[in-house]
């Protein structure tokens, strides 16, 4: 899915939602948009536009398009639970999101490449969907003919002291996590899920 220049969505959400934003390349071109005359904030924003930018943030945090991302809305909405619990839950259990979790790539991303290119096993079978939704007590993990290979070389050394969410084990030698339960939404998360909620509430 194509999103658009990045460090344009980065600035609009007002968060590094991508990993390319986290260098201080972002930081210099946001200030130097400013001094070289570029638009100042005009005032407060509507409370719509607060809820639109955190529905953006967490869409482009994901890396998924409108569709994508109001389905789950939609889903989380009909599971009877408390719907910010469930639309975070759904978000996290993808396979792509876990793969990035463990460590294994960089971005989100890149972790969708690793998984539609095949590299990746649910329970020792290829999984090619990065939307593909884990459960608990499912294993994780890299597909043995892929271990070998230039993105995984070494990669349980790297991986030795990398912390992982409570709902991962994570067994960096193996190169296997298994889902021991569902993911728990942080207090202090970057994404204020009432307000994405209430964006599609309108």
Not at 65 to 79: C, G, I, L, M, P
Not at 134 to 146: A, C, E, I, P, Q
């Given at each position: 899915m194509k999103l658009g220049p990045k460090f344009k969505i980065c600035r609009r959400v007002g968060d590094r939602v991508f990993g390319k934003c986290e260098g201080p390349k972002f930081t210099?071109?946001?200030?130097e948009r400013i001094r070289r005359g570029g638009k100042h904030p005009k005032g407060a924003p509507s409370e719509y536009a607060l809820q639109l930018t955190e529905k953006q943030k967490a869409r482009f945090t994901y890396g998924l398009?409108?569709?994508?991302?109001?389905?789950?809305?939609?889903?989380?909405?009909?599971?009877g639970g408390r719907?910010?619990?469930?639309?975070?839950?759904?978000?996290?259990?993808?396979?792509?999101?876990?793969?990035?979790?463990?460590?294994?790539?960089?971005?989100?991303?890149a972790a969708r490449q690793m998984v539609s290119h095949g590299h990746i096993a649910v329970?020792?079978?290829?999984?090619?969907?990065?939307?593909?939704?884990?459960?608990?007590?499912?294993?994780?993990?890299?597909?043995?003919?892929?271990k070998n290979k230039g993105p995984f070389?070494?990669?349980?050394?790297?991986?030795?002291?990398?912390?992982?969410p409570e709902w991962l084990a994570f067994?960096?030698?193996?190169?296997?996590?298994?889902?021991?339960?569902?993911?728990?939404?942080?207090?202090?998360?970057?994404?204020?899920?009432?307000?994405v909620l209430e964006f599609y509430s309108r």
């Open positions: 210099v071109s946001g200030t398009s409108e569709r994508q991302f109001s389905n789950y809305v939609k889903q989380a909405k009909k599971k719907p910010t619990t469930e639309l975070y839950q759904k978000l996290e259990s993808r396979v792509d999101n876990v793969i990035y979790r463990l460590g294994l790539t960089s971005s989100r991303q329970n020792g079978q290829k999984i090619k969907v990065p939307s593909y939704a884990v459960k608990v007590g499912d294993r994780v993990s890299v597909r043995s003919t892929s070389a070494n990669l349980s050394e790297k991986l030795a002291d990398k912390n992982t067994d960096p030698t193996k190169i296997e996590a298994e889902i021991k339960g569902r993911p728990i939404e942080s207090s202090d998360g970057s994404i204020n899920f009432v307000s």
